[in-house]
């Protein structure tokens, strides 16, 4: 199994991660689509992690992190809403974190989120691994998790959710800059997060930068692909 450095994760949240980057601010607008097919207005929801502008689909949620005794809301929530906010919390919660979520909610209540999905970041991992191998003589992991789609629908049947719907949406970003690229990765919270035991090398970011020069003289541009699904299921 792998394993994530939490307190790294923290940290370099709180320096440098910004609710308004680009891909929350898309995952928002994803979200926004389905709950405007909602037959009613929910009248009490939860937003676990980043605050989405909801426009007028929701009253104003509540946030996950504020409630102080959660079990208290044992089927009382009309929705729950997370904007990215699962990619780690579904291998690092020591629960069931869907099972969990399911019992917050009513009878028809229903749960809508974002996931990076398997396909994202394909070129740039590709690129490191090459550049892993020829300073460091072996990989590590850098990227992720990313999941299958699958996978997760089957992580919500298991805790009894009904009528699960995916979105996939599917971006490329395109850049000529290194430092931008480096940039935007801090500002997403897109990071290293895994326990890999390494010296870093000078040499490294050496190697990145002349990598990156070559790729751009001849392409014009490194992509980075996202695959974007939105799940929505319902109790």
Known sequence: M???????????KKLYFKNNNFIYRHGGDL???????????????????????FNDNLNK??????????????????????NFNFQ???????????????????????LCFNL?????????KKMFMDIDINI?????????????????IDRLSKSNFREIVVGVDELEIQ?????????????IGTSNFYENEYFFKRDFLKKVQIIFDK????????????????FTAWK
């Open 2 to 12: 792998n394993k994530f450095n939490l307190k790294k994760i923290d940290s370099r």
């Open 31 to 53: 979200i926004n689509d389905k709950l405007k097919f909602l037959k009613k207005k929910p009248q009490k929801t939860i937003v676990i992690g980043n605050e989405v502008n």
């Open 61 to 82: 949620p509540f946030n996950y992190e504020e409630i102080e005794n959660i079990s208290k809301l044992e089927n009382s929530i009309d929705g729950i809403i997370s």
């Open 88 to 110: 780690l919390k579904i291998l690092t919660e020591e629960k069931n974190l869907f099972y969990e979520l399911y019992k917050l909610l009513k009878k028809d209540g229903f």
């Open 116 to 124: 990076l999905t398997k396909g994202s970041m394909e070129t740039l």
């Open 136 to 152: 460091f003589g072996g990989v590590y992991e850098r990227f992720g998790p990313f999941y299958e789609i699958q996978d997760i």
């Open 175 to 187: 850049y000529n800059s290194l430092m931008k690229l480096r940039h935007d990765f801090k500002e």
């Open 215 to 230: 790729i751009i003289k001849k392409y014009e541009y490194i992509p980075m692909e996202l695959k974007i699904a939105t």
